[in-house]
């Protein structure tokens, strides 16, 4: 009985990359249950970090650790890629306090950047529940549970992060900052403005595009209107004139989140979504 348990250790071992390669090692595991006691390492090399990114922590494939001498975690290197069939993609944070007390931010996502030998958080959004002022701890229940997301981001020469949104409960605070999630005032009213104003930049009516080139088959007029994400358009530009059907190209429009051709006062394309700062179309000859 021990020899047998040994070699299913053994075989656990070296599948998983905890052993080094041999001949006899076997390439498939077939198992109802395993049970990882301190590391699993998924790596093509048997290393759980890349190679010169140890200090980073930047894994080879895929390093768990349990809890013990450190922090425990989960680590995936290159896409995490998550598919459902019939069922909607679900993520969820859990989190509570060892008294079994109630901790109102679970959890939150934060893009970093490593410098100065760490990872530095540069924006982060977090999931919270409204403060006991707002909502009394006797009045939660599975029934109430109410909640808001946080938006915030590290800006120059501040060492701590800023609030710039506070959205929930059909409101949103938007604007000046505070330190560590003070300073932005919670909503009262659907929408509200700190520390700045509401202004609406019309979208400019585009110059006269470009002719790149044309196959002079016979001479037409060319002009471009820009769209905003509303559907609202701007006039028409000036014309160019092209000596046959042509390649267009124009400079990208403020606030434009598409274009319309316009050739001899018809539209003939578009909305056309464009991608660069410089607009590019060809005006192909018909079948």
Same mark, same amino acid.
């Given at each position: 009985? @021990?020899?047998?348990?040994?070699?299913?250790?053994?075989?656990?071992?070296?599948?998983?990359?905890?052993? @080094?390669?041999?001949?006899?090692?076997?390439?498939?595991?077939?198992?109802? $249950?395993?049970?990882?006691?301190?590391?699993?390492?998924?790596?093509?090399?048997?290393?759980?970090?890349?190679?010169?990114?140890?200090?980073?922590?930047? %894994?080879?494939?895929?390093?768990?650790?349990?809890?013990?001498?450190?922090?425990?975690?989960?680590?995936?290197?290159? /896409?995490?890629?998550?598919?459902?069939?019939?069922?909607?993609?679900?993520?969820?944070?859990?989190?509570?306090?060892?008294?079994?007390?109630?901790? /109102?931010?679970?959890?939150?996502?934060?893009?970093?950047?490593?410098?100065?030998?760490?990872?530095?958080?540069?924006?982060?959004?977090?999931?919270?529940?409204?403060?006991?002022?707002?909502?009394?701890?006797?009045?939660?229940?599975?029934?109430?549970?109410?909640?808001?997301?946080?938006?915030?981001?590290?800006?120059?020469?501040?060492?701590?992060?800023?609030?710039?949104?506070?959205?929930?409960?059909?409101?949103?605070?938007?604007?000046?900052?505070?330190?560590?999630?003070?300073?932005?005032?919670?909503?009262?009213?659907?929408?509200?403005?700190?520390?700045?104003?509401? $202004?609406?930049?019309?979208?400019?009516?585009?110059?006269? %595009?470009?002719?790149?080139?044309?196959?002079?088959?016979?001479?037409?007029?060319?002009?471009?209107?820009?769209?905003?994400?509303?559907?609202?358009?701007?006039?028409?530009?000036?014309?160019?004139?092209?000596?046959?059907?042509?390649?267009?190209?124009?400079?990208?429009?403020?606030?434009?989140?598409?274009?319309?051709?316009?050739?001899?006062?018809?539209?003939?394309?578009?909305?056309?979504?464009?991608?660069?700062?410089? @607009?590019?179309?060809?005006?192909?000859?018909?079948?």
């Amino acid at each position: 009985m @021990k020899d047998r348990l040994a070699t299913i250790a053994l075989s656990v071992a070296a599948t998983f990359g905890l052993m @080094k390669t041999t001949p006899e090692r076997p390439k498939e595991l077939d198992i109802d $249950r395993l049970i990882v006691r301190k590391e699993l390492i998924v790596s093509d090399t048997g290393m759980p970090w890349e190679t010169g990114y140890e200090a980073h922590q930047l %894994p080879r494939g895929v390093y768990a650790r349990s809890l013990g001498n450190g922090t425990g975690g989960l680590w995936v290197r290159s /896409r995490l890629i998550k598919g459902e069939i019939d069922d909607p993609f679900d993520d969820r944070f859990h989190a509570i306090e060892s008294n079994g007390s109630l901790r /109102r931010a679970p959890g939150h996502i934060s893009w970093n950047v490593w410098l100065d030998g760490a990872w530095r958080q540069m924006a982060i959004i977090q999931g919270e529940g409204l403060e006991l002022s707002e909502v009394p701890r006797e009045q939660w229940s599975g029934h109430t549970h109410p909640g808001r997301l946080r938006f915030q981001t590290f800006r120059p020469g501040h060492g701590e992060p800023l609030t710039d949104a506070l959205l929930g409960q059909g409101m949103m605070s938007i604007g000046g900052g505070g330190y560590g999630g003070g300073g932005l005032p919670y909503p009262t009213e659907t929408l509200q403005l700190w520390g700045g104003e509401v $202004r609406q930049a019309i979208i400019p009516t585009p110059a006269a %595009p470009t002719i790149v080139s044309d196959d002079a088959s016979g001479e037409h007029q060319y002009a471009i209107v820009a769209v905003g994400a509303q559907g609202r358009r701007t006039a028409a530009s000036r014309s160019a004139r092209a000596r046959g059907r042509a390649k267009l190209q124009c400079d990208s429009i403020s606030g434009a989140d598409s274009y319309i051709v316009v050739r001899d006062s018809k539209e003939i394309a578009g909305p056309l979504r464009l991608e660069g700062t410089r @607009k590019q179309w060809s005006d192909k000859a018909a079948p």
